[in-house]
């Protein structure tokens, strides 16, 4: 299974970002997917999730301003964030299956 994560960058507060995930050798829609992040210093933590039928999930912190949607077409991944914060700076990385893990995409936000 290889991942290619790609969308991270440096962002103004209140910005917006989309995060992309492209996978080969697993097909998104036959699992559960999960965006984690893992700030400065810190343990990686959940930040969404999307079932095979297309509930989603995510904790407060990121709730509201946090999109996970998934294209079986392109069997892609993307997390749309808005109204970014300084505290959502970490490395994002895109979890198909609980089980995979790719290589990460830095988002930075600050002014």
């Known amino acids: 299974v290889q991942l290619v994560e790609s969308g991270g960058g440096l962002v103004q507060p209140g910005g917006s970002l989309r995060l992309s995930c492209v996978a080969s050798?697993?097909?998104?829609?036959?699992?559960?997917s999960y965006w984690y992040r893992q700030p400065p210093g810190k343990e990686r933590e959940f930040v969404a999730s999307?079932?095979?039928?297309?509930?989603?999930h995510y904790p407060d912190s990121v709730k509201g301003r946090f999109t996970i949607s998934r294209d079986n077409v392109k069997n892609m991944v993307s997390l749309q964030m808005s109204s970014l914060k300084p505290e959502d700076t970490a490395v994002y990385y895109c979890?198909?299956?609980?089980?995979?893990w790719g290589q990460g995409t830095q988002v930075t936000v600050s002014s």
């Open positions: 979890n198909p299956a609980g089980v995979y």
């Open positions: 050798g697993i097909i998104f829609s036959d699992y559960t």
């Open positions: 999307i079932t095979s039928g297309g509930s989603t």
